[in-house]
């Protein structure tokens, strides 16, 4: 029985290290493994917040305010009679702005007509002068709201058509 009792506790120790080897590397792969996931993560969070860095505070949607119908006034030549027809449409982005845009909306039209009727077809004539009249035009509205103590954020004046004759 002593070269029995001798084989087993040969082999006894052999197998206690062997699962203690399996432990240690099962350890250190899934050490590896969480290590290895928590830098992938940290990267992306990372590289999300960066592309959101760049891109700003989000903005609302645009909101369009058509003002209907279009402005057809006559233009100061001397030489003949000549129209200006503009379709025109503003620009917020804020709620409160687009419900003052409504209520307030033939004290614009009147203040627009006015300022159309001042231009003349050499005025209007070139690229530049048509972007003074949106300026000023812009100008003008938001004068017309600040006099009624309403929101006034409007970003633009656009024309969708712009036509003399």
Known sequence: MSSTAEATAKTTPKK???KLLWVIVTVCVLGG????GWWWW?????????????????RSPA???????????NLTD????????ADVQLVTRDADTR?????HAPAIRNRLLLLFGQQSSAQLGQRSGKERLQASALTEVR????QEAAADKIEAVIFTS???Q
């Open 42 to 58: 940290q990267a992306r969070q990372n590289a999300t917040h960066a592309v959101q860095k760049k891109a700003g505070p989000v």
């Open 99 to 103: 419900t003052a845009l409504e209520q």
């Open 78 to 85: 001397d030489d003949s009679v000549r129209y200006l027809q």
């Open 16 to 18: 206690k290290g062997r």
């Open 162 to 164: 712009l036509v003399t």
């Open 33 to 36: 493994a969480g290590g290895g």
């Open 143 to 146: 004068q017309v709201l600040r």
């Open 63 to 73: 909101q369009y305010f058509a003002l209907e119908p279009a402005f057809v006034v």
